[in-house]
């Protein structure tokens, strides 16, 4: 949580999230991308 306040602060992500490919830790990158992913399949069923 702590790292997204600041990453918003210092406008690396918007807060609104339409952001996401300016996420600087490839681990939290990609988590964020499989969870955006799961969740549009998931609405679809």
């Known amino acids: ?3 997204v306040s600041g990453w918003i602060e210092d406008g690396t992500i918007q807060e ?3 952001d996401i490919e300016n996420i600087p830790y490839s681990e939290t990158n990609n988590y964020v991308r499989k969870i955006l992913r799961d ?4 609405k679809n069923i």
């Open 1 to 3: 949580m702590g790292n």
């Open 16 to 18: 609104n999230g339409e």
């Open 39 to 42: 969740y549009e399949i998931y």
